[in-house]
T-cell receptor, first 114, second 111 residues
Framework: GENVEQHPSTLSVQEGDSAVIKCTYSDSASNYFPWYKQELGKRPQLIIDIRSNVGEKKDQRIAVTLNKTAKHFSLHITETQPEDSAVYFCAATSPGTGFQKLVFGTGTRLLVSP | DAGVTQSPTHLIKTRGQHVTLRCSPISGHKSVSWYQQVLGQGPQFIFQYYEKEERGRGNFPDRFSARQFPNYSSELNVNALLLGDSALYLC??????????FGPGTRLTVL
């Protein structure tokens, strides 16, 4: 089945710096790659997603890139702010018979210091 | 615009008991998925339902079961609770099955 690896496990940056989180997946049939932000005690919040027919997607300070050949995708946050501090999870769909389940990475704890 | 809702928010049970968790999807969404999130880890897939039929099941024992109702709400049932079942149980709603929006979760503590 699908396996998603995520690095780094923790990331500390200064406010205004950029942050990059990287994920790799194993199933070449995976075709949908969302990123979730989870603040302490709260629900995972979908922040951006990308499909396998697109190489890059941007939404204000957040961008995601996908390299299907290498089977990896990355989250880029520019001009980080203290409110970006949270745990970020990447995920990939593992297509099954008639359904798609999300397989999550292990998470990256991002700390943005003022 | 109501999001995914789950009840109860918190639950404390003892080993051997059973529990029922509930989820109401976003209006118009016909698919509900259940995930278990152990502290410090990413969510793990348990079930997916679409149009009231089970479409997929993760690597969880038969003590875990679920169903989806005609109004697309869903229940997750866990029997013979073990200490290791303590976790945050998340429900995710989607139109089909890919773009999934999570509810606030039910935190289950098994003593």
């Amino acid at each position: 089945g699908e396996n998603v690896e995520q690095h780094p496990s923790t990331l500390s940056v200064q406010e205004g710096d950029s942050a990059v989180i990287k994920c790799t997946y194993s199933d070449s049939a995976s075709n949908y790659f969302p990123w979730y932000k989870q603040e302490l005690g709260k629900r995972p919040q979908l922040i951006i997603d990308i499909r396998s027919n697109v190489g890059e997607k941007k939404d204000q300070r957040i961008a995601v890139t996908l390299n299907k050949t290498a089977k990896h995708f990355s989250l880029h946050i520019t001009e980080t702010q203290p409110e970006d501090s949270a745990v970020y999870f990447c995920a990939a769909t593992s297509p099954g018979t008639g359904f798609q389940k999300l397989v999550f990475g292990t998470g990256t704890r991002l700390l943005v210091s003022p | 615009d109501a999001g995914v809702t789950q009840s109860p928010t918190h639950l404390i049970k003892t080993r051997g008991q059973h529990v029922t968790l509930r989820c109401s999807p976003i209006s118009g969404h016909k698919s509900v998925s259940w995930y278990q999130q152990v502290l410090g880890q990413g969510p793990q897939f348990i079930f997916q339902y679409y149009e009231k039929e089970e479409r997929g099941r993760g690597n969880f024992p038969d003590r875990f079961s679920a169903r989806q109702f005609p109004n697309y709400s869903s229940e997750l049932n866990v029997n013979a609770l073990l200490l290791g079942d303590s976790a945050l149980y998340l429900c995710a709603s989607s139109v089909l099955a890919d773009t999934q929006y999570f509810g606030p979760g039910t935190r289950l503590t098994v003593l």
